[in-house]
């Protein structure tokens, strides 16, 4: 474990339904991110967070929503989703100094059918 | 807008022996970090090594040390005596540097990745 940490490991969800993803960090870290990895493309930002205030949404699809109530724990809430969503989706952390790069949880394996 | 490239999606290596990944990046920034993270089967997402772009010397971590070079902008990643448990995806990555500032300088922008399988 890094430090990082994201439930469920794994989850399968129609197309109707709704669900959420949680990360969590205990690190003192300041900053949380969402990733989506997709099989053979790049990791794709999708959203960042800094003292729970979003900065930055990379134009993701309103079917995903954040949301950070705390500098510790961060939500991704899913809703009718699409089947070319089915990916992994990382979360990670950074403390104040970036330049250590990110610290990732273990990811959570997500399948819509 | 900076890119990653890793031109090698799959490399094989024999237990004990050295093996090269390559990365090249498209900037225009003069100060940024560049990484290398490993992904096993587990998927946790691991450091593996950091090079800061204002330093000349090549950045080494036990059996993994870089091959920065700034000029031809290519940060390639040296494995020695390569382990089984070296089997996992490497991904390059690149972040501008500088503080958090309510920008966009905290992004990391990663790679394709290469798919290494250390085998026995």
């Known amino acids: 474990e890094t430090g990082v940490t994201q439930t469920p490991r794994h989850l399968v969800m129609g197309m109707t339904n709704k669900k959420s993803l949680k990360c969590e960090q205990h690190?003192?870290?300041?900053?949380m991110y969402w990733y989506k990895q997709s099989a053979k493309k790049p990791l794709e930002l999708m959203f960042v967070?800094?003292?729970?205030?979003?900065?930055e949404n990379n134009s993701v699809p309103s079917r995903f929503s954040p949301e950070c109530p705390n500098s510790s724990h961060l939500f991704l809430h899913l809703h009718t989703l699409q089947p070319e969503d089915s990916a992994l989706y990382l979360c990670?952390?950074?403390?104040?100094?970036?330049?250590?790069?990110?610290?990732f949880g273990s990811g959570t394996r997500l399948t819509v059918v | 807008a900076q890119t990653v490239t890793q031109s090698q999606p799959e490399m094989s290596v024999q237990e004990a022996e050295t093996v090269t990944l390559s990365c090249t990046y498209d900037?225009?920034?003069?100060?940024?970090?560049l990484f290398w993270y490993k992904q096993p089967p587990s998927r946790q997402m691991i450091l593996v090594i950091r090079?800061?772009?204002?330093?000349?010397q090549n950045a080494t971590e036990n059996r993994f040390s870089v091959n920065f070079q700034k000029a031809a902008k290519s940060f390639s990643l040296k494995i020695s005596d390569s382990q089984l448990g070296d089997t996992a995806m490497y991904f390059c990555?690149?972040?501008?540097?500088?503080?958090?500032?309510?920008?966009?300088?905290?992004?990391?922008?990663f790679g394709k990745g290469t798919l290494l399988t250390v085998n026995p």
């Open positions: 990670a952390s950074t403390p104040r100094e970036m330049s250590y790069g990110y610290t």
């Open positions: 967070y800094s003292l729970e205030e979003r900065v």
């Open positions: 900037t225009s920034e003069n100060n940024y970090y």
């Open positions: 990555a690149f972040m501008k540097h500088g503080w958090y500032s309510g920008g966009s300088n905290y992004k990391l922008t």
């Open positions: 690190l003192g870290h300041n900053a």
């Open positions: 090079q800061e772009a204002y330093k000349q």
